[in-house]
């Protein structure tokens, strides 16, 4: 997670209810880098837009932030990192790789869907899959290979410090479409400004 991202959840845990221009003015920044923040961390589930306030004169309403119950609830995001440098601390990259891909399999459900089905069907239950655990994920048919497009990463926040955690994606997708898939894009931004991540299928 980024420092300003850091920042911003840490005032927001002394003084909830706070405005992107409020927290411009406290964190020293412009409006636009904390409004690029803030919808970062509302895409990730960490912060969420609660209420307005009605100025008291002429003006917009100004819209009110504060961390998600989620957000305050746990600390899932260090135990998770911590682990995960336990784990793979002192492996070698392909063992690291192994480990990945164990935990990959177990997090599609421990099966990889029948290859005797179509690639469109173990897509579409792929995608199912996927979705069922938050990465808001769809398919696309193309003239090269199908492609996965992930629109929302769950592991977002601890992801600078565990870029590993593309790979295990990666064999999970492969897990869940019974074929390897190579990722294309990290983290891209669409035309919208939103995040995704883009996979492509090997040629069948």
């Not at 911003?8 to 003015?25: F, G, K, M, V």
């Not at 979705?131 to 398919?139: D, H, I, P």
């Not at 990666?170 to 931004?189: C, D, F, N, T």
Request: net charge positive; glycine share 8%.
């Amino acid at each position: 997670m980024t420092a300003s991202r850091k920042l911003i959840i840490e005032y927001l845990e002394r003084n909830p209810y706070t405005s992107s221009a409020e927290l411009s003015r406290a964190l020293k920044t412009t409006g636009a880098n904390i409004r690029h923040h803030l919808g970062v961390l509302v895409q990730e589930g960490v912060v969420e837009a609660v209420a307005r306030r009605v100025p008291l004169g002429r003006g917009r309403p100004a819209q009110l932030y504060a961390l998600s119950s989620q957000a305050r609830s746990h600390n899932l995001e260090a135990l998770t990192s911590a682990l995960l440098g336990k784990l793979l601390a002192n492996l070698p990259v392909e063992d690291q790789h192994s480990v990945l891909g164990e935990i990959a399999i177990r997090l599609a459900g421990g099966e990889v869907i029948s290859a005797g089905s179509s690639l469109a069907g173990r897509l579409t239950q792929a995608v199912q899959r996927l979705n069922s655990m938050g990465y808001k994920a769809r398919w696309e048919a193309h003239s090269q290979a199908p492609r996965l497009v992930l629109g929302h990463c769950p592991y977002a926040a601890i992801l600078p410090e565990h870029p590993e955690l593309c790979r295990m994606d990666a064999a999970m997708l492969e897990s869940l479409a019974g074929i390897p898939m190579r990722q294309e894009k990290k983290q891209a931004a669409d035309s919208r400004g939103a995040k995704y991540c883009l996979f492509i299928a090997a040629k069948t």
